[in-house]
């Protein structure tokens, strides 16, 4: 079956670092990969995903992953945290097998950025 | 553009009330459709989707039932509301035109006194 892991809860960065919000995956075939942002009482908003080609996604609000095969991680990363960047983030994985599947989210994790 | 509605965007309700929160999506046709629920800020629990009218998956066995009427129309009900219903409810879409990715709804508030 299908999973998400997000094994931080909670991840506190100073403003102007770099962030990386960490998730593995297990899928059965090739996955389909995203990373949603969710700022309070709204819902989830699309950052990016990783379908086929670059390892490396560029997404939404300066936000890129790195798609990794061999450690089946997509890790949420940017050069330089802003105070904005605060909100609850989750990664979702869907198998490549059938379109009719729901993603399967993360737990999701908490991002602080410190000013 | 694609949008999707949800209303109410907040609603407070009895135990033992009956329950109807609904979901339209404009600007596509026959798109998935799903109902989440999220308790505390934290995780996301599929709770029913939907690849065309009248076609429901329940994910989770549970006092909630889906409805889809329309193409671009998901409704979620419950006859008789527990405590245990409060939560923040999201409704999403997908299409393939798009790789599936899900875009979110606003989402409704529901609190259960």
């Known amino acids: 079956a299908q999973s998400v892991a997000q094994p931080e809860d909670q991840v506190n960065v100073a403003e102007g670092n770099p962030l990386t919000v960490k998730c593995t995956y297990s899928?059965?075939?090739?996955?389909?990969l995203f990373w949603y942002v969710q700022y309070p009482n709204r819902g989830l908003q699309f950052l990016l995903k990783?379908?086929?080609?670059?390892?490396l996604v560029k997404g939404s609000y300066g936000f890129e992953a790195e798609f990794n095969k061999s450690q089946t991680s997509f890790h949420l990363k940017k050069p330089s945290a802003l105070v904005s960047d605060s909100a609850l983030y989750f990664c979702?994985?869907?198998?490549?097998?059938?379109?009719?599947?729901?993603?399967?989210f993360g737990k999701g994790t908490r991002l602080s950025v410190i000013a | 553009s694609q949008t999707i509605h949800q209303w109410p965007a907040t609603l407070v309700q009895p135990v033992g009330s009956p329950l109807s929160l609904e979901c339209t999506v404009e600007?596509?046709?026959?798109?998935?459709l799903y109902w989440y629920r999220q308790a505390a800020g934290r995780g996301l629990q599929l709770l029913f989707y939907?690849?065309?009218?009248?076609?429901i998956s329940s994910e989770v066995p549970q006092n909630l039932s889906a409805s889809r009427p329309q193409d671009r129309q998901f409704i979620l009900s419950s006859k008789k509301l527990l405590l245990s219903d409060s939560g923040f409810y999201l409704c999403?879409?997908?299409?393939?035109?798009?790789?599936?990715?899900?875009?979110f709804g606003p989402g409704t508030r529901l609190t259960v006194t």
């Open positions: 899928v059965s075939g090739n996955p389909y």
């Open positions: 939907s690849v065309g009218i009248g076609q």
């Open positions: 999403a879409w997908s299409v393939l035109a798009s790789s599936y990715e899900q875009y």
């Open positions: 979702a994985v869907r198998p490549g097998l059938s379109g009719n599947t729901p993603l399967v």
């Open positions: 600007g596509t046709s026959n798109p998935n």
């Open positions: 990783y379908i086929t080609g670059d390892n």
